[in-house]
């Protein structure tokens, strides 16, 4: 076996982190993310506001702040709706996949590190659907596995998770007989429901195509 | 919010530290630099600086602040005499320190990023772990100590 030179370790480290470099598709994801970000703020910046219009946006925006409270406190984001807000905002960045797999063996041997064990959901709307890898995540604050689905050319986000009622409330139990809960975020809908002690999140959005996947 | 390719490697770089993992390092700059979006600062500087503050919260979140950092004053069980530049004549071959690396602690990693990349003093060290100066050269002493155990363990294995 060759053997490598021995160097002072700063340098080592410098070297093997030197190597270590975002991919062009990292890079541009990040880039365009920044650009979009860029220009809200320009668009902020390039106005010339004249001290009236100000005055009268200032009063327009305090009392819609007053009337969104008021409306926000008497209609709170119920614990589905929230849970379905953060499964799309993932299901839409569509980050690198962890595990790259097809069987649900090889998900469960990567993910050692949850405190539960993935498994299959009996719900039918699954049948069509091809596992394709995961990635760690959270619901909630609480260890999640986020799983990749395809079905044709779309992508699907699975999310399973411990089901503790604690926190996510009542929902829906598959093995009662009861149907998922149908929850809608960003026009994407979610479906949620409790099976063999877990707490399953499914995205049903027709828009995503598989070429959107980045490979990180 | 603007940032060159070079600034987003030297964070991706910093977040690889932490986790030692590219696709979690990928994960924590993306959500750095969404958070750092809401609330821009007006200098790169700044905002570099903030996204490693993000970085570095959100990863103690998702690891577990106890498991990765510990939180033990060691200095109160350390040699007395520890010298500063003790890491400096340390040497390694790249392979052993590849193999080493995902094995430290993150907040070993974390010293060795800031020691031999950004060039900062044992003090500025400290300032940036938030740990005192005797704490940080313990936790140097017993990094060199285990850096040495491993590599006689492997020459044995080796042989």
């Known amino acids: 076996m060759k053997k490598s030179l021995k160097q002072p370790l700063k340098q080592q480290v410098q070297n093997q982190l030197n190597e270590v470099q975002l991919d062009k598709t990292q890079l541009a994801a990040l880039e365009k ?15 010339t506001w004249i001290p009236l219009a100000a005055a009268g946006m200032f009063l327009f925006a305090v009392i819609t702040a007053f009337m969104t409270l008021q409306f926000s406190q008497d209609n709170l984001l119920t614990m589905p709706q929230q849970i379905a807000e953060e499964v799309v905002s993932n299901h839409l960045k569509l980050k690198p996949l962890e595990v790259k797999t097809g069987s649900i063996d090889a998900v469960r041997g990567y993910f050692t ?31 999640a596995a986020q799983l990749r689905m395809k079905q044709g050319e779309n992508l699907q986000t699975l999310y399973e998770t411990e089901y503790v009622p604690d926190v996510f409330g009542d929902i829906p139990r598959l093995e009662k007989g009861e149907a998922p809960l149908v929850v809608y975020a960003k026009g994407i809908k979610v479906k949620v429901w409790v099976e063999k002690g877990l707490l399953f999140a499914l995205t049903d959005s027709p828009e995503v195509a598989g070429g959107k996947e980045m490979d990180g | 919010m603007e940032l060159d390719r070079a600034s987003l490697n030297k964070l991706y770089r910093y977040a690889y530290t932490l986790t030692a993992n590219e696709a979690d ?10 958070t750092c979006l809401n609330r821009p600062s007006e200098t790169i500087e700044k905002n570099i600086a903030y996204m490693r503050v993000i970085m570095k919260n959100r990863f103690i979140d998702d690891y577990r602040h106890n498991q990765s950092f510990p939180h033990e004053d060691i200095a109160d069980h350390s040699p007395v005499s520890i010298s500063g530049s003790s890491l400096e004549d340390v040497v390694i071959a790249s392979h052993d320190l590849a193999v080493l690396w995902e094995s430290l602690e993150p ?40 850096l040495s155990e491993n ?3 492997r020459q044995r294995g080796q042989a």
């Open chain 1, 113 to 143: 590190k949850l405190d539960f064990m993935p498994v299959e959901s009996s719900l039918q709307a699954l049948d069509n659907l091809q596992l394709i890898g995961g990635r760690y995540c959270s619901l909630q604050g609480i260890t």
């Open chain 2, 25 to 34: 390092a990928y994960d924590l700059l993306y959500n750095a630099v969404e």
């Open chain 2, 107 to 146: 907040v070993d990693r974390e010293v060795l990023f800031l020691w031999a990349v950004e060039g900062f003093s044992m003090r500025e060290i400290s300032e940036k772990i938030e740990v005192s100066r005797g704490t940080l050269l313990s936790r140097i002493h017993r990094l060199r100590k285990r």
């Open chain 1, 33 to 47: 993310l920044m650009a979009g970000g860029e220009d809200k703020g320009k668009k902020g910046s390039s106005r």
């Open chain 2, 151 to 153: 590599l006689n363990d």
